[in-house]
């Protein structure tokens, strides 16, 4: 049996997204309460019942969320243009190695804004 689990984060964090026109609002610095959804596909261990342990998805994103909880996204190596496409990309470098069966990662910016990103590069 294959399956899909999905674990959710939240942070706050500030931004601005330098690479737009200068007229454009995102350009001066605002915040977000972002919503992130990690998720690791598997096969179903027969014994266990489970395909991943949602202790470990935990584990992986701690420091990450440590780092980006509260600050200015735009000051952390790799984010330095902190869009939520890029934001997702960056995720995806750091926990793929961690995380075997990493599927895809969601990134929610405000309820009705998200991005979906696969890992395709």
């Known amino acids: 049996m294959r399956c899909r689990i999905?674990?959710?984060?939240?942070?706050?964090?500030?931004?601005?997204?330098?690479n737009l026109p200068g007229n454009h609002k995102c350009t001066?610095?605002?915040?977000?309460?972002?919503?992130?959804?990690?998720?690791v596909e598997g096969e179903v261990d027969p014994h266990i019942g489970w395909v991943y342990d949602h202790a470990e998805i935990s584990k992986a994103m701690?420091?990450?969320?440590?780092?980006?909880?509260?600050?200015?996204?735009?000051?952390?190596?790799?984010l330095e243009n902190p869009t939520i496409e890029?934001?997702?990309?960056?995720?995806?470098?750091?926990?793929?190695?961690q995380l075997p069966g990493l599927c895809e990662i969601v990134i929610y910016e405000t309820p009705t804004?998200?991005?979906?990103?696969?890992?395709e590069f």
């Not at 701690?62 to 735009?74: C, G, I, Q, T, V």
């Not at 890029?86 to 190695?97: E, G, R, T, V």
């Not at 804004?113 to 890992?119: K, L, S, Y």
């Open 62 to 78: 701690k420091p990450l969320l440590d780092r980006m909880d509260h600050a200015y996204l735009n000051e952390i190596e790799g």
């Open 86 to 97: 890029n934001m997702a990309a960056w995720l995806w470098k750091k926990l793929s190695p």
């Open 28 to 39: 001066q610095m605002h915040g977000h309460s972002f919503k992130v959804e990690i998720a």
């Open 113 to 119: 804004a998200r991005c979906v990103f696969r890992g």
């Open 6 to 18: 999905i674990k959710d984060f939240r942070f706050e964090a500030a931004q601005t997204l330098p």
